[in-house]
């Protein structure tokens, strides 16, 4: 069975209450509940990881490189930050899908500039919970283990 890390980044915690209005109710909890359903019906095995510390998600993106055939990250604002994340991925055999809950290139200018998006294999954002369901269908597909 394929296996991929759901990794998500800082303030994705407390997802349901913060800024509603933008990123919605649902809970972390509820959305990995709802991802691991729908992998369930894929065949896919799941793992969830959450930090908001940097340093963290560089060594869950090297875990999802040794023991998982892929990741699908949600860096939150360490998207437009973080070099360390970017090498991160572009250091692992595995590819790993950027999602995002809204689009963040309709958003404030700073949110514009993803240092992940040129190392990602792809990018779904602006689809809420969905994002990360259409990162699971692509894995969900024959091959799509190593890095195209
Ligand atoms: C986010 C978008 C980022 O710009 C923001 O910093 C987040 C969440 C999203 O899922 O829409 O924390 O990654």
């Given at each position: 069975?394929?296996?991929?890390?759901?990794?998500?980044?800082?303030?994705?915690?407390?997802?349901?209450?913060?800024?509603?209005?933008?990123?919605?109710?649902?809970?972390?909890?509820?959305?990995?509940?709802?991802?691991?359903?729908?992998?369930?019906?894929?065949?896919?095995?799941?793992?969830?990881?959450?930090?908001?510390?940097?340093g963290t998600l560089v060594e869950a993106i090297h875990r999802a490189g040794r023991e998982f055939d892929g990741a699908i990250l949600n860096a939150a604002a360490y998207t437009h930050t973080s070099l360390a994340i970017r090498d991160a991925v572009l250091a692992i055999p595995r590819p790993v899908i950027e999602v995002h809950l809204t689009n963040p290139a309709a958003r404030d200018g700073f949110r514009k500039t993803s240092y992940l998006s040129g190392a990602a294999v792809g990018v779904v954002a602006g689809f809420g919970p969905r994002s990360y369901e259409l990162a699971l269908l692509w894995f969900s597909e024959p091959g799509r283990v190593a890095k195209a």
């Open positions: 069975m394929k296996r991929i890390l759901v990794i998500n980044g800082p303030n994705l915690d407390i997802l349901g209450q913060r800024e509603p209005e933008l990123y919605g109710r649902e809970t972390l909890g509820d959305i990995n509940g709802n991802l691991e359903a729908l992998a369930g019906r894929l065949g896919l095995g799941l793992e969830f990881f959450q930090s908001n510390h940097e």
